[in-house]
Every structure is written in structure tokens, then in C-alpha cells.
């Protein structure tokens, strides 16, 4: 057995009893609910062994590797800085900077930097844009001609059937980016997301190392938990959802119970149960993407700038309270009402509260208390009803929704 094995063999995160998470008559342990890839370490000062998980997935033995640093514009000021170049210090290493949301344009530079390195592996180290863009670049590098115009015919193609393995590191703790088999593209010029999917995109291995969390903005964290929030309850009531994804989204809203009670600055403890949820999170939607709260925020993102979990958590509660009135009429979900109406309990019960209701009121009174910006309504709510609607996450929701349906939601927000 590899040191990489063993190591992922015990993970040093705590367990917590909480994602012993039961749905149905099924029950998934910590290590099945992590079983499969990505390839995972996890836990302080992981950040360490990055060389040696990158070596563990690159194609290519023998000499140093060749690797391309993916970071964010902010990277030169980061407490991290020095701890990850000197982790890849084995490495022959570039240096590549996404300073904002990918696009088609930056996809195609960054996947023309891959290949002028020669690069064996890809360390994308930040937030969800930044392995977003490493994860679409690495993929895209297999490519014969890299161009715009061509990452945007792969978003809706699929991406290569090969590319260079990527090593995803995240520093903030909801995008779930680094389980995930498919990567956010923003085409501005069209004023749409695009999503790069494929097994190529899934990035290799995940370090989650909790200690990349200190110093975290409070805005950037109260953004980063409604995304997981959503991405937890969207994977266990999609109509794609199965058994797994859901127990994987219960088990994120557990991990995060007690700071919807009780919201406070992360320490240790805090630290590794945010990570881990987002982790989760991330496998969850690996499986059963996401549906309406994420269709919904991709126009409130592009039309009124709103971080992208933030968006989400919006209309997180109002579409909990649709969502768990569901019918026969208007179930989408082949599977019937009851199984939706399940799926939503069992995130209740693992979140800790007395079913859906209460479970959508924490999270209004959540986003009341969180640092991000007072949002009463949308003056162009209608549009945005119909560009959601314009989404394949949208056709995930296991109720049947409507323009008029979600232009409501969106002027009666709280």
C-alpha cells in the first residue's frame, strides 16, 4: 500500500457522529460517505504533503515535475503564500494568476500556459474560481487548438476525454469544487454560465487542510455556508438524487448545525466541520447536481453582482417551504411526493430541527445576521424567473415550477 493509501486509510479529521446520517433503512460511515475519488487528505498542516499527492496522480515518473500554480489575484498577500511554494518547492513550477470569475478567454490562456509548461500536474489553490479555472484549463490543454471559441463548443459538448491530472487545494470552505466533475464557465458576452463537464474536469486529489482557513472574511464565509447549505438539501431532493448523495447532503447540514444556531468565529473545531461540509456538499452535487436555488442565482450573479452563495441562500428557505409541499399534481420526481418530502426530513433531522419550516427559518434567521448585503426584492424578477428557467439545473427540482412561481419567490424575499 502508498504512503498516499495508508494516509487516506485514517484521515485525521475528527469523526463526528452526526454523518453516520440515516436515510431510509441505509446507513453510510464517514469513510463510505468519502469513498471514491477525488483522492483526499484531509486535515492540519496537510497542506505539506501536496508534493507527494501531486506525485501520486501525475502521469509521469522520474525527475522533478513540472507543475503550474493556479492562485488568485490576492495570492501574494496570503498567510499561505510562502507554506504552498514551499510545499511544491520539489517541482519545477509556474506561476499562474486568475484574478477573477473564469471565462472562455481566461479558460483558453490558462489551458495555453499548461501546455508552453509542459506541466504534469495542476495545483489549483484558492476559492471555487480558482479551481474552477485550473480544473477547465487542465482539461482543455488536451486540446489540438486552444481558443475561446472552443471552450465555449466543449461547455456544451463535453470536455476532453483526458487531460492533466489537478491537484485542488480550497482556501475557502462552500464551493465543493474540488470533488466536483464539472467546472463554472462565465460567458459575459452572452450574459450566461456555462459548465465544463467530464470526468477529466474531477480533479485527481483534494487537500483539505482546515489551518487555510484562518483569516477568512466573515462576508466571504457567511457566502460560503449558503452555498453548501444549498448544495446539501439541492443533491438530497433533486430527481437525480440516490441514497448516497443524499445522505452526503444531510451530513453537510450537520456539520454546520451548530453554527446556524449559534453563528461565531471559526476556530479549530469550526474550521474542520465547515471544510468538511463542503466537502460533502461537493460529492453530493458530484452525483445529483443542483436544481432551482442554483439556476435562480446564476442571473442574480451575473445581472446584480452578488457573490455566488450568497445568490443561492436567498432563496434557499422560500424554495424549502415549496419544494416540501409537494403533491401528486406537481411532482416531478418520478419517484413520488413522499420520497421528496423524505429526502427534505432527513436534512432536518441531521440538521436538528423540527422539519421544514423550522429548518427554513435558521436559515432566514442566518442570512438576517450574516454580513452580506440587505437584498428586499428584484425589480427585474421576471426576467430572472425566465433565464433560470433556461437552465438544466432547473429540471432538477423535484417540483414542477413555473416563471410565475419563482418571479414571486423572488419579490417576496424577506
Not at 56 to 60: G, I, M, S
Given at each position: 500500500?502508498s504512503?498516499?493509501?495508508q ?7 475528527t469523526?463526528?457522529t452526526?454523518?453516520d446520517?440515516r ?11 468519502l ?20 506525485e ?5 515518473a522520474?525527475?522533478p ?7 488568485g489575484g490576492?495570492?501574494h498577500?496570503r ?7 514551499t510545499?511544491?518547492?520539489p ?5 499562474a494568476?486568475?484574478?477573477?470569475m ?9 489551458a ?9 500536474v ?13 480544473k ?5 490543454s488536451?486540446?489540438?487548438v ?11 459538448e463535453?470536455?476532453?476525454?483526458r487531460?492533466v491530472?489537478?491537484?485542488a487545494v ?6 465543493g469544487a474540488?470533488a466536483?466533475?464539472f ?19 474531477r ?5 483539505l487542510d482546515?489551518d ?18 444549498a448544495?446539501?438539501v439541492?443533491?438530497a431532493?433533486?430527481?437525480?438524487s440516490?441514497?448516497?448523495?443524499a ?7 450537520a ?21 468538511l ?14 436544481t432551482i436555488?442554483?439556476?435562480?442565482s446564476?442571473p ?12 443561492c441562500?436567498?432563496?434557499l ?5 415549496y419544494n ?6 406537481d411532482?416531478?420526481d418520478?419517484r ?20 421544514p419550516?423550522?429548518?427554513?427559518g ?8 450574516a454580513?452580506l448585503?440587505?437584498v428586499?426584492g428584484?425589480g427585474?424578477a421576471?426576467?430572472?424567473?425566465v ?7 432547473a429540471?432538477?427540482n ?17
Open positions: 500500500m504512503a498516499l493509501s494516509h487516506n486509510a485514517r484521515l485525521s479529521f469523526r463526528n452526526r454523518v446520517v436515510m431510509s433503512t441505509s446507513r453510510f460511515s464517514y469513510d463510505a460517505l469513498a471514491g475519488p477525488p483522492r483526499l487528505l484531509a486535515g492540519p498542516g496537510e497542506l505539506t504533503r501536496v508534493a507527494s499527492v501531486a501520486a496522480v501525475a502521469d509521469r522520474g525527475g515535475l513540472r507543475a503550474l500554480l493556479v492562485v490576492g495570492f498577500r498567510s499561505w503564500r510562502e507554506p504552498v511554494l510545499a511544491l518547492r517541482f519545477r513550477v509556474r506561476l494568476v486568475q484574478p477573477d473564469p471565462t472562455p478567454d481566461c479558460v483558453a490562456r490558462l495555453a500556459q499548461v501546455r508552453a509548461h509542459r506541466a504534469d495542476v495545483v489549483a489553490v484558492g476559492g471555487g474560481s480558482v479551481m474552477d479555472a485550473g477547465a484549463a487542465a482539461a482543455m488536451a486540446e489540438s486552444i481558443t475561446a471559441d472552443r471552450v465555449v463548443e466543449a461547455c456544451e463535453g470536455a476532453p476525454s487531460g491530472p489537478v491537484v480550497p482556501t475557502t470552505c462552500g464551493t474540488e466536483t466533475p467546472a463554472t464557465v462565465w460567458d459575459r458576452r452572452r450574459g450566461w454560465k456555462l459548465s465544463l463537464r467530464g470526468g477529466a474536469v480533479p485527481a486529489a483534494a487537500v482546515p487555510l482557513l484562518v483569516g477568512l472574511p466573515a462576508d466571504q464565509l457567511a457566502a460560503s455556508l449558503l452555498d453548501t447549505l448544495q446539501g439541492e443533491a431532493w433533486s430527481t437525480r440516490d441514497e448516497r448523495s445522505a452526503l447532503g444531510a451530513a453537510a447540514w456539520e454546520l448545525a451548530t453554527l446556524l444556531e449559534r453563528p461565531r468565529p471559526l476556530g479549530p473545531a469550526e474550521r474542520r466541520s465547515v471544510l461540509a463542503g466537502h460533502y456538499a461537493g460529492r453530493a452535487i458530484a452525483t445529483a447536481g443542483t436555488c442554483h439556476a435562480l446564476y442574480l450573479t451575473l445581472r446584480h453582482g452578488l457573490r455566488h452563495g450568497h445568490a441562500g436567498l432563496t428557505a422560500p424554495v424549502l417551504r416540501a409541499a409537494v403533491g401528486e399534481s411532482c416531478a418520478p413520488g411526493p413522499a420520497r421528496v418530502r423524505a429526502a427534505i426530513a432527513g436534512v432536518a433531522r441531521a440538521a436538528g430541527a423540527d422539519g419550516g423550522d429548518l427554513a435558521r436559515v432566514e434567521s442566518f442570512l438576517a445576521a454580513p448585503p440587505r428586499a428584484f427585474d421576471d426576467r430572472i424567473a433565464e433560470a428557467l433556461g437552465y438544466d439545473r429540471a432538477g423535484p417540483r414542477r415550477v413555473d416563471a410565475r412561481t419563482l418571479a414571486r419567490i423572488l419579490t417576496n424575499l424577506p
